[in-house]
């Protein structure tokens, strides 16, 4: 995956069997080791989550955290500043347990949806938006017995449910 700032290019690597997990490389130099294996790295995206015009590094962990006894899902977002990369956000959780995560382009930024687990068992769709520091809750939808996300597309995203799928414009409408 790469990284974009101005002219310079990271390489990002994410090796869950590594320890540290995340490499990050700049012109085949590593400039970065993060993300301890035992936090179980599972999925690494990019981003500009605040708006800014410059790219960020946002991890999918599944660990414990210091509000939570439990393993949860949770994100941590890191800057790169041309030369380094830094810690952006290491958020203990979301509003809630999600299973996946992708990241979709708004106009003040990308926002980061999530398929969230209810205490039920049954799944809806979140949408978290940067507010200054960390990510804020947008909107929520759906209330499914079973949901994957699909797919991406210019401003939507498809979740599909045991009723099929269900195509979402970011501003949470269906």
């Given at each position: 995956m790469l990284l974009h700032r101005g002219p310079q290019t990271v390489e990002i690597d994410l090796n869950a069997r590594k320890n540290p997990a995340v490499t990050a490389k700049l012109g085949g130099r590593v400039i970065w080791r993060g993300i301890r294996k035992d936090w179980d790295p599972w999925k690494i995206a990019i981003a500009d989550?605040?708006?800014?015009?410059?790219?960020?590094?946002?991890?999918?962990?599944?660990m414990h955290t210091r509000h939570s006894p439990h393993r949860i899902h949770t994100l941590y977002v890191y800057g790169f500043d041309g030369t380094a990369i830094y810690p952006k956000w290491r958020g203990?959780?979301?509003?809630?347990?999600?299973?996946?995560?992708?990241?979709?382009?708004?106009?003040?930024?990308?926002?980061?949806?999530?398929?969230?687990?209810?205490?039920?068992?049954?799944?809806?769709?979140?949408?978290?938006?940067?507010?200054?520091?960390?990510?804020?809750?947008?909107?929520?939808?759906?209330?499914?017995?079973?949901?994957?996300?699909?797919?991406?597309?210019?401003g939507f995203v498809t979740v599909v449910t045991e009723d099929g799928p269900v195509k979402f414009s970011l501003a949470g409408h269906s």
């Open positions: 989550v605040d708006g800014d015009g410059i790219q960020d590094l946002v991890v999918g962990l599944y203990s959780r979301l509003a809630r347990d999600f299973v996946d995560f992708f990241v979709a382009k708004s106009p003040k930024g990308n926002d980061i949806l999530t398929l969230d687990r209810l205490l039920d068992g049954r799944f809806a769709l979140s949408c978290y938006a940067w507010s200054g520091f960390g990510l804020t809750k947008e909107w929520e939808s759906g209330h499914w017995k079973r949901a994957r996300l699909l797919a991406i597309g210019r």
